[in-house]
C-alpha cells in the first residue's frame, strides 16, 4: 500500500525557514517523480515544485512564487522527501501536500499525503 | 486569480448529469491531452478522478467522464449521488510547469 507522510509544517515568522519531509512507502520511491503541492485556507490547488525520479536524472521545477526560496530535494536511500522553505511570506501560509506521479502522463497526481500545515505569522 | 478558469459553483439534483469547464489558454489545455480532475471533500485530501483529459485511475467512477475542446476541458459527472457534493479542481501541464482552476464548488440538491 503506497503511503506519503509528510510532516515538519508549523508556525514561522516572515523571513524564517522551514522543512518539510515526506516519508513514502509501498513503491519504489527513487523511479516515481514526486511533487509538492498546496492550499492555502479555504483556497484552490497551487503547483509548487517537482523533482523527477532517477530514471530522469532528477531535475527540478519550480512555481515562479517560490523559485529562489524554496529548494526542494530526495533522499532515495531513505524514500524520503524533502521541501526547504526559505524567506517565508505570509502568502506562503498553506497547507502542503507530498504528492507521488503517475508517470508517462501530464503530472497527475495519484497518491497524496495527509499534508502538513505551515502558518507564516508575527 | 488562478491560471485556469472553473465557476465558483454548479448544482444539480440526484440522478441528473452536470458538466464542470475548465478554461485555460493555447499554452495549456490547448496545447497538451494533460488535463487532471480532482474531487476534493470537505477537510480531507484531493483525490485524483481523471487525468490525461479522460483517462479514469484505478478506483474512480465511471459516473466520471473527461472530455477537451480546444482550450476548456469539461468534467462530466453522471447520475450525480450526494456523496458528489464536493470541490472539483481541474489542472493542466504547462511546459515544465502545472497550473490548477481555483476550484469549484458541487452542491447536490
Known amino acids: 500500500e503506497v503511503q506519503l507522510l509528510d510532516s515538519g509544517g508549523g508556525l514561522e515568522q516572515p523571513g524564517g525557514s522551514l522543512r518539510l519531509s515526506c516519508a513514502a512507502s509501498?513503491?519504489?520511491?527513487?523511479?516515481?517523480?514526486m511533487t509538492w503541492v498546496r492550499q492555502a485556507p479555504g483556497k484552490g490547488l497551487e503547483w509548487v515544485s517537482t523533482?523527477?525520479?532517477?530514471?530522469?536524472?532528477?531535475?527540478?521545477y519550480y512555481a515562479d512564487s517560490v523559485k529562489g526560496r524554496f529548494t526542494i530535494s530526495r533522499d532515495d536511500s531513505k524514500n524520503t522527501l524533502y521541501l526547504y522553505m526559505d524567506s517565508l511570506r505570509a502568502e506562503d501560509t498553506a497547507t502542503y501536500y507530498c504528492?507521488?506521479?503517475?508517470?508517462?502522463?501530464?503530472?497527475?497526481?495519484?497518491?497524496w499525503g495527509r499534508g502538513t500545515l505551515v502558518t507564516v505569522s508575527s | 486569480q488562478s491560471a485556469l478558469t472553473q465557476p465558483a459553483s454548479v448544482s444539480g439534483s440526484p440522478g441528473q448529469s452536470i458538466t464542470i469547464s475548465c478554461t485555460g489558454t493555447?499554452?495549456?489545455?490547448?496545447?497538451?491531452?494533460?488535463v487532471s480532475w480532482y474531487q476534493q471533500h470537505p477537510g480531507k485530501v484531493p483525490k485524483l478522478i481523471i487525468y490525461?483529459?479522460?483517462e479514469r485511475p484505478s478506483g474512480s467512477s465511471n459516473r466520471f467522464s473527461g472530455s477537451k475542446s480546444g482550450n476548456t476541458a469539461f468534467l462530466t459527472i453522471s447520475g450525480l449521488q450526494a456523496e458528489d457534493e464536493a470541490d472539483y479542481h481541474c489542472?493542466?501541464?504547462?511546459?515544465?510547469?502545472?497550473?490548477f482552476g481555483g476550484g469549484t464548488k458541487l452542491t447536490v440538491l
Open positions: 490525461d483529459v479522460s
Open positions: 489542472s493542466s501541464y504547462r511546459s515544465a510547469t502545472l497550473v
Open positions: 504528492t507521488k506521479m503517475i508517470p508517462n502522463s501530464g503530472w497527475p497526481f495519484d497518491y
Open positions: 509501498g513503491f519504489t520511491f527513487r523511479r516515481y517523480a
Open positions: 493555447n499554452a495549456d489545455i490547448g496545447a497538451y491531452n494533460h
Open positions: 523533482i523527477t525520479g532517477v530514471d530522469r536524472g532528477g531535475a527540478i
